[in-house]
């Protein structure tokens, strides 16, 4: 039997209106302005998903080449700090690094200054994924701002930053997931 599409999202004007039938003291622009940020959140990860598998890596992946990438030279990090920049526990680092390893794109070794101590290391193929990757996002990125002049995506850049140092602020163990959601 083929999978069959359920309902379609309702509009965020539906949503809304909805929102204010069962709660009356809600602020229609604050829930239009959170609201589309959560949609777009989703709707950019689904885009980010499908080009990392056009790569033949997940999401997640790219986000443990982009720590080691933005970790800088020599692009490399131990399993407890990856974890921590990305909000997993230590065994779901640990199944995910050896399953990076696995295809070619991490290594794990011994830290020789201190041999109980494990260094992951981007590989050159690794490497050229992340690149690869960031190419793609770069494009479709553009795209969904071509509407947009320079000043505004300026203008933009600085509300939206303003946003995310307001639940920083107020949530700062909020950086990771909760979860892995390999």
């Not at 992946?61 to 407890?80: C, I, M």
């Not at 770069?138 to 639940?167: A, C, I, K, P």
């Amino acid at each position: 039997m083929a999978d069959t599409p359920g309902p379609a999202e309702p509009s965020l004007d539906e949503q809304i209106a909805a929102y204010q039938r069962e709660f009356q003291d809600l602020d229609p622009q604050v829930e239009r302005v959170v609201s589309a940020l959560s949609r777009l959140n989703r709707r950019m990860n689904v885009a980010y998903g499908r080009q990392t598998a056009e790569l033949g890596i997940s999401n997640a992946e790219w986000e443990v080449l982009k720590a080691l990438v933005l970790a800088g030279e020599p692009y490399s990090l131990g399993p407890g700090d990856l974890a921590k920049r990305l909000g997993l526990t230590p065994a779901a680092m640990t199944h995910r690094i050896d399953r990076m390893v696995g295809e070619g794109l991490v290594t794990r070794e011994r830290d020789e200054s201190n041999r109980v101590r494990v260094i992951v290391g981007i590989t050159e193929e690794g490497r050229a994924k992340w690149l690869d990757g960031l190419r793609m996002a770069t494009v479709f990125e553009e795209e969904l701002l071509q509407d947009l002049s320079n000043d505004e995506r300026g203008r933009l850049g600085e509300m939206l930053t303003r946003l995310l140092r307001r639940v920083e602020e107020a949530q700062p163990d909020a950086g990771g997931r909760l979860s892995d959601l390999d």
